[in-house]
């Protein structure tokens, strides 16, 4: 989990300034990929309260690029992906949402940018996909990521 924490905040912190640079499309194609080595993912996010709405938005345009994608391995991704958004916020005002991806695709990229750009090739889209993404993020509380040790819905 802590190795995990890292590469998102690592990449986090290489991806932003060469977005606000106008390097989009070549850095996110140019980042490293995403993947989670388990079979059951979650994936812990705190949105702004006030763009709640846009981040949905931008989910929504992710499930658009996953399920339009020719890939495979996109599709299943968009099958087994959830969000779930908290119920209250959180101490500092901020809304928690996490995305439940089970089963986890292996090998897939679940980079939110890089499925975005796959999916939208217009740069100006792209730009403004990005844009609405990295002014609804407030926190990535990382991820927990591991293997089904019991299924109660089965004997």
Same mark, same amino acid.
């Given at each position: 989990m802590r190795r995990l924490s890292g590469f998102l905040l690592a990449g986090?912190?290489?991806? &932003? #300034?060469a977005f606000s640079q *106008?390097?989009?499309?070549?850095r996110a194609q140019a980042a490293p990929a995403f993947?989670?080595? *388990?079979?059951?993912?979650?994936?812990?996010?705190?949105i702004k309260p006030d763009q709640t709405a846009a981040f949905?938005?931008?989910m929504a345009k992710v499930r658009e690029a996953l &399920?339009?994608?020719?890939k495979p391995e996109r599709k299943a991704q968009a099958a087994g992906w959830k969000v779930v958004k908290d119920v209250a #916020?959180?101490?500092? *005002?901020n809304i928690r949402y996490t995305h439940i991806i089970n089963p986890v695709v292996k090998g897939a990229d679940y980079t939110i940018v890089a499925i975005l750009y796959e *999916?939208?090739?217009? #740069?100006?889209?792209?730009?403004a996909l990005y844009e609405q993404y990295r002014?609804?993020?407030a926190t990535n509380y990382g991820a927990s990521v591991g293997s089904v040790v019991m299924d109660l819905s089965k004997p």
């Open positions: 986090a912190i290489m991806l &932003l #300034p *106008g390097h989009d499309v070549v993947t989670f080595d *388990g079979e059951v993912a979650l994936w812990t996010l705190a949905e938005t931008v &399920l339009k994608s020719e #916020p959180l101490k500092d *005002g *999916g939208f090739t217009d #740069p100006a889209e792209q730009r002014n609804a993020f």
